[in-house]
Structures are given as C-alpha cells and as structure tokens.
C-alpha cells in the first residue's frame, strides 16, 4: 500500500529556513523520480521541485530556484527539501508524490512564511 509521510513545516520568519522530509512506502522507490508539490491558500496544486531516482537530475520551479535544493537518501526511502530564503509566497501545504502521479496523498506538511 502505497503512503507518503511529509513532515518538517511550520512558521517561520521571512529569510529563514526549513527541512521537509517525506517518507514514502508501498512501491520500489529507487525506481521513480520523486516530487515536492506545495499548494497554496485558495490556489491549485503547484510542482515545486523534483530528483530523479538515483539523484542525478533535479528540476525547480523558477520560482524556487537558487533557493531550495532537493535531495534524496533511497536507503532511508525519504525525500527531502531544504528550504532557504523563505518569502511569504512560499507559504502553503507542501506534499511528495511519485512521477508519474499517483492518486495517493500524504496529509502533507504546513509552511507559514510570516513575520
């Protein structure tokens, strides 16, 4: 049974940083590029950034470039996204999903970009 389990948000200051983490299960990890998605109040869902299975190729949204890095650790079954220089934009409901997308949704993570 295929589960994502994002953790790692909450509030903080313009400027600051987070780490989300996602921890996926139910299918051969490895195997797949992996996304980070956010959505935003009142917004649709949004790519964000994205790591192909064994690392070699990630993509950004122009939005986040220079700013986040994705990463991944496939012994631990986990994807990561470092978030720096946080703007209040950045601001919403960050979730990970395989690619292709699956119809499966973790409960996702909250990022507040406030001060």
């Known amino acids: 049974q295929v589960q994502f389990v994002e953790s790692g948000g909450g509030l903080v200051q313009p400027g600051g940083s987070l780490r989300l983490s996602c921890a996926a299960s139910?299918?051969?990890?490895?195997?797949?590029?992996m996304n980070w998605y956010r959505q935003a109040p009142g917004k649709l869902r949004e790519l964000v950034a994205g790591?192909?299975?064994?690392?070699?190729?990630?993509n950004y949204a122009d939005s986040v470039k220079g700013r986040f890095v994705v990463s991944r650790d496939n012994a631990k079954n986990t994807v990561y996204l470092q978030m720096n220089s946080l703007k209040p934009e950045d601001t919403g409901v960050y979730y990970c999903?395989?690619?292709?997308?699956?119809?499966?949704w973790g409960q996702g993570t909250q990022v507040i970009v406030s001060s």
């Open positions: 999903n395989t690619e292709p997308e699956r119809n499966i």
């Open positions: 139910g299918f051969t990890f490895w195997q797949y590029t």
């Open positions: 790591i192909s299975g064994f690392g070699g190729s990630r």
